[in-house]
């Protein structure tokens, strides 16, 4: 069984940063595309960054030039780092994976249980 763990949320005053992190576990032979999500209080989840496997990025415009995606395909993780945090930043972090491989299995999408960034004015 995949499954996804987020870490690094918390508070953070507007202006500062923040690193999420996300684990993947489980017998994992290959992942197409890692990404963070997020999804605001009383709003769709929506796109904040991918990274295929490859290394080619995507960021949303909301926060492109104040974060950066990477990943360490060898351990199955990836990570956000996030600067100049806004108020509109608040939001709850979900990690994807979309094309896992496993030895039984391809799972087409795999969920983090997310985790809470709030930015304070």
């Known amino acids: 069984q995949v499954q996804l763990v987020e870490s690094g949320g918390g508070l953070v005053q507007a202006g500062g940063s923040l690193r999420l992190s996300c684990a993947a576990s489980?017998?994992?032979?290959?992942?197409?595309?890692m990404g963070w999500y997020r999804q605001a209080p009383g709003k769709e989840r929506e796109l904040v960054a991918t990274?295929?496997?490859?290394?080619?990025?995507n960021y949303a415009d909301s926060v492109k030039g104040r974060s950066t995606i990477s990943s360490d395909n060898a351990n199955d993780m990836v990570y956000l780092q996030m600067n100049s945090l806004k108020p509109e930043d608040t939001a709850v972090y979900y990690c994807?994976?979309?094309?896992?491989?496993?030895?039984?299995?391809?799972?087409?999408?795999?969920w983090g249980q997310g985790t809470l960034v709030t930015v304070s004015p």
């Open positions: 994807a994976a979309e094309g896992v491989v496993t030895p039984k299995n391809r799972h087409l999408e795999v």
């Open positions: 489980g017998t994992i032979l290959s992942i197409d595309v």
């Open positions: 990274i295929t496997s490859s290394g080619i990025t």
